[in-house]
């Protein structure tokens, strides 16, 4: 495996295929979070590489004897986690968009800043239930346009909106990725597509407004 993250993300996939499977994670890398993840991914055992193949092979055979303790896991669809999490996630969105020095230079408050986001995860909780074909375009939503309009008021750019829709799709992301071990794996990624179809929409239906809205501002009063 080229990365810690990818062995962790096939043992998830694993426990969710096979809940009898028995996972064992062989590494290199003894520090406490490789650990505590692969805990969280529910591996059966954490085995350091060594030289010494007797005691591998030992502790292999022990494991396979008496098997793994763990449940198949709860599967929750990914409309529900998001729906669980959004909160979480709005924080996440919140604290990524504070470290960006072009996004701060328009002075908001917590809430005039996530004030779209509530209704945007609502909205994409709808647009994944709806299980529509891949491709479909889900309905309008009044909150993107709206969100338009205020963050032209607001004095954002277009490429302000841009980034900002980005890292909202970086943190959806993130935290499915946190939710591996619940998550149905054989709609995994047509809904993950959805999401971003979702996003990409609403933004597009929010950068219409903001140029309608920056063309009235061209207009004389």
């Not at 003894?30 to 010494?52: H, N, S, T, Y």
């Not at 763990?70 to 979480?88: F, G, W």
């Not at 020095?101 to 800043?113: C, G, K, N």
């Not at 479909?136 to 709206?146: D, F, L, V």
């Amino acid at each position: 495996m080229p990365g810690a993250a990818d062995g962790l993300t096939v043992i998830s996939a694993m426990r969710y295929i096979n809940p009898k499977c028995v996972a064992m994670l062989l590494t290199s890398f003894p520090e406490m979070d490789v650990a505590a993840k692969a805990l969280l991914r529910q591996a059966d055992e954490i085995l350091l590489k060594q030289e010494d193949f007797t005691a591998l092979v030992e502790s292999i055979k022990r494991r396979i004897a008496t098997g793994s303790a763990h449940p198949r896991p709860k599967i929750e669809t990914v409309a529900t986690i998001l729906e669980r999490v959004a909160p979480d996630c709005v924080v996440d969105w919140l604290r990524e968009v504070q470290l960006d020095s072009t996004l701060t230079r328009v002075p908001l408050s917590s809430e005039e800043r996530c004030a779209h986001l509530p209704q945007v995860f609502r909205d994409l909780v709808a647009r994944l239930e709806m299980a529509l074909p891949f491709g479909t375009k889900g309905p309008r939503s009044a909150t993107a346009a709206k969100h338009g309009v205020t963050r032209r008021q607001q004095g954002y750019s277009a490429a302000m909106m841009v980034e900002e829709s980005r890292i909202l799709q970086v943190c959806i992301f993130h935290t499915l990725e946190k939710n591996l071990a619940t998550i149905d794996f054989s709609v995994l990624l047509t809904q993950v597509m959805t999401i971003a179809d979702e996003v990409d929409s609403q933004l597009r239906q929010a950068m219409e407004c903001y140029i309608e809205e920056s063309t009235l501002d061209s207009l004389p009063a």
